[in-house]
Nanobody, 122 residues
Framework: QVQLVESGGGLVQSGGSLRLSCAAS????????MGWYGQVPGKQRELVAT?????????NYAASVKGRFTISVDNAKKLVYLQMNSLKPEDTAVYYC??????????????WGQGTQVTVSS
């Protein structure tokens, strides 16, 4: 079994910062990519940032967070981080960790964490 566990959400004032973390664990052979998605009530889950788990570590950001959020990965520890700076009320959402993982004895699958709430007050 593969698990993704997020941490680091919370309540912050507009202009503040938060750092989200996500740890992957279980019967993992390799991780192809990891990322973060945000969801607000009544709307679909949307990409915030993703990063490939190779030497290049190519990041990809939603236009709304470019220049404010930074995604990074610790391959050895199977961790992905999302540094969120200059937060705005519209960043308020449940943030879900996402990973494309090859578990031992299987083909690759996409896994999701349980989500962590980020609330930005004005």
């Amino acid at each position: 079994q593969v698990q993704l566990v997020e941490s680091g959400g919370g309540l912050v004032q507009s202009g503040g910062s938060l750092r989200l973390s996500c740890a992957a664990s279980g019967s993992i052979f390799s991780i192809n990519a990891m990322g973060w998605y945000g969801q607000v009530p009544g709307k679909q889950r949307e990409l915030v940032a993703t990063i490939t788990n190779d030497d290049d570590g190519t990041p990809n950001y939603a236009a709304s967070v470019k220049g404010r959020f930074t995604i990074s990965v610790d391959n050895a520890k199977k961790l992905v981080y999302l540094q969120m700076n200059s937060l705005k009320p519209e960043d308020t959402a449940v943030y879900y960790c996402n990973a494309d993982i090859v578990a031992w004895g299987t083909v690759h699958n996409v896994y999701w964490g349980q989500g962590t709430q980020v609330t930005v007050s004005s």
